[in-house]
């Protein structure tokens, strides 16, 4: 059974930093581009950035370039999301995303993606 588990978020202040993780268990996970994504109250489901299987390959949201920085450890089956200079408008439910086996390449389009976590909630007060 695939599962992955986000964890690193929570309530800081603006300007304030927080590294967001993302566990996976059941799936071969160096043979998979992975994703963040977010999602605030109100608002659609958006890309934050992707990285592909060997970490040779990032892309980003125009929104976090520059703060956001996405990152792997395949010896860990752990995806990673430094965020930096947080704003109150990257207040969201966070959620790691997994492409399907042997999809080594980034996508920034979430039905590219089979897996997903439950999320881990980001709150960023002004």
């Known amino acids: 059974q695939v599962q992955l588990v986000e964890s690193g978020g929570g309530l800081v202040q603006a300007g304030d930093s927080l590294r967001l993780s993302c566990a996976a268990s059941?799936?071969?996970?160096?043979?998979?581009?992975m994703g963040w994504f977010r999602q605030a109250p109100g608002k659609e489901q958006e890309f934050v950035a992707t990285?592909?299987?060997?970490?040779?390959?990032?892309s980003y949201a125009d929104s976090a370039k520059g703060r956001f920085t996405i990152s792997r450890d395949n010896a860990k089956n752990t995806v990673y999301l430094q965020m930096n200079s947080l704003k109150p408008e990257d207040t969201a439910i966070y959620y790691c995303?997994?492409?399907?086996?042997?999809?080594?390449?980034?996508?920034?389009?979430?039905?590219?993606?089979?897996?997903w976590g439950q999320g881990t909630q980001v709150t960023v007060s002004s």
């Open positions: 995303a997994a492409r399907s086996h042997g999809l080594l390449y980034t996508s920034r389009l979430p039905s590219q993606y089979d897996f």
């Open positions: 059941g799936l071969t996970f160096n043979s998979r581009a």
């Open positions: 990285i592909s299987s060997g970490s040779r390959t990032q």
